[in-house]
């Protein structure tokens, strides 16, 4: 069974960093997309960014991109985002995804960590 579990994500204020984990369990790395999206209440999930399997290609969203460093061990089956230079609009709950075919096919997701940044 696959399991992705997201760890964090927490308070800071405007301008801090937070590093987001995400462990997989039941599934390796090898072979599928990883990304990250977060939601807020209300609102859809959006996509935040991707990296390929070979860690070769990453993908980010425009509100976020030279700001977040998305990465991945495949030894550790690990991916990480780092996130600097936070601001309020950045405040959602961040899910981990597995994609099986694509920058935008995904077929599993963590319980989400929640970031929050204050202003």
């Known amino acids: 069974q696959v399991q992705l579990v997201e760890s964090g994500g927490g308070l800071v204020q405007a301008g801090g960093s937070l590093r987001l984990s995400c462990e997989a369990s039941?599934?390796?790395?090898?072979?599928?997309?990883m990304g990250w999206f977060r939601q807020v209440p209300g609102k859809e999930r959006e996509f935040v960014s991707a990296?390929?399997?070979?860690?070769?290609?990453?993908l980010y969203a425009g509100s976020v991109k030279g700001r977040f460093t998305i990465s991945r061990d495949k030894g550790k089956n690990t991916l990480s985002l780092q996130m600097n230079s936070l601001k309020p609009e950045d405040t959602a709950v961040y899910y981990c995804?597995?994609?099986?075919?694509?920058?935008?096919?995904?077929?599993?997701w963590g319980q989400g960590t929640q970031v929050t940044v204050s202003s």
């Open positions: 039941g599934t390796t790395f090898s072979s599928y997309v």
């Open positions: 990296i390929a399997w070979n860690g070769g290609n990453t």
């Open positions: 995804l597995r994609g099986p075919s694509g920058w935008w096919t995904y077929d599993y």
